[in-house]
């Protein structure tokens, strides 16, 4: 176990290193009395520059693929920011969001899937990948349903891309369409594919916003679960299939959520002090999530995504703008 944890250290040094470039570069940005160019956006770019221009020597791999670790301990840690009794007055609203939101992005993703005459293994790949919780809810369903190791790895690469694009756009075109926080931060939780990429939007638009898109993200996250069951089941052709289905969906279950959730409660009922958290957890959480955002651009492989192809991008893409389409929809009728 030491010596797997000592094998992140590099790949977690490269985007200490990424992440204290783009806060530098972010502020030298001035215009008037504010950074407009947020050091969240800026470290993806970064990390996709770096990854795709020089060839990365392998002992970083390691750590740059563990860099989810760093961001659940930030988003925790985030946690005791977050007033859970304002959430939680408003989850009817949240819940019919993100089930609505669910349902026709994963019927649509199916039928357009279909209508291109891809695999239906890699449809439901693309649908679990959008409408769920990213690259997490492909590796959770892929063995599954017995995919191929290409499907698995072009809708991988087709969820990181749109993914990416939906980080560095969402939040400029919710500022220039005037949005509110509290909007951005429903939209964000709902439309964006995974956990690393609905915090890094949900925060380059503003703290509140980052917030209540980590929520809604986390909550989200729990039906990762039972529609890897409901898919397994469908695909279920013996006991041994059934028996690794278990296991799987408790090794892939977001169990950090517990911790999340518990740091909010404390935070709400005044356990930890405003000054703490403000002083200490607040910029450490922040930080954690920087790191997780500078993995986030390290894990972008455009090379990859050259050897997609054409058809499931396109597919991503549309899937991608129906589901910001549907929650964008509800968001406005929910008003």
């Not at 449809?123 to 369903?141: E, K, M, P, Q, R």
């Amino acid at each position: 176990m030491i010596q797997v944890w000592r094998s992140y250290l590099p790949g977690w040094a490269l985007m200490v290193l990424l992440s204290l470039c783009a806060l530098f570069i972010s502020q030298l940005v001035v215009v008037g009395n504010s950074h407009p160019l947020e050091a969240s956006a800026l470290v993806v770019v970064l990390g996709i520059i770096l990854r795709n221009s020089w060839q990365l020597p392998s002992y970083f791999y390691p750590g740059i693929k563990a860099a989810e670790k760093l961001l659940v301990l930030g988003i925790v840690l985030m946690g005791f920011g977050l007033n859970y009794q304002k959430v939680f007055a408003e989850s009817t609203d949240i819940l019919t969001l993100i089930l609505v939101t669910m349902l026709v992005g994963f019927c649509s993703i199916l039928v357009l899937s279909h209508w291109a005459r891809l695999s239906s293994k890699l449809g439901i790949l693309l649908s679990c990948g959008t409408c769920i919780c990213g690259g997490t809810a492909i590796a959770l369903v892929a063995p599954l349903i017995k995919a191929k190791e290409e499907e698995t790895s072009y809708s991988v690469a087709v969820i990181a891309l749109w993914g990416v694009v939906a980080v560095l756009l969402y939040p400029a075109l919710g500022t220039w369409l005037g949005v509110s926080s509290h909007e951005f931060g429903l939209f964000a939780g709902t439309a964006i594919h995974s956990t690393p990429q609905v915090v890094g939007a949900g925060f380059i638009f503003s703290e509140d916003a980052g917030k209540l898109a980590t929520a809604v993200k986390l909550v989200r996250n729990c039906f990762m679960a039972p529609m890897a069951l409901l898919i397994a089941l469908w695909f279920a052709r013996s006991a041994t299939v059934g028996e690794a289905s278990g296991t799987r969906l408790l090794k892939a279950f977001p169990w950090f959520l517990f911790g999340y959730f518990l740091t909010s409660w404390l935070g709400t009922q005044g356990y930890v002090s405003r000054e703490t958290y403000k002083d200490y957890l607040e910029p450490s959480g922040k930080f954690l999530i920087l790191l997780g955002m500078a993995g986030v651009g390290l894990n972008t492989d455009l090379i990859s995504l050259r050897r997609v192809g054409w058809m499931p991008l396109i597919i991503g893409m549309i899937g991608a703008i129906i589901v910001a389409a549907v929650a964008a929809g509800i968001i406005i009728w929910l008003r």
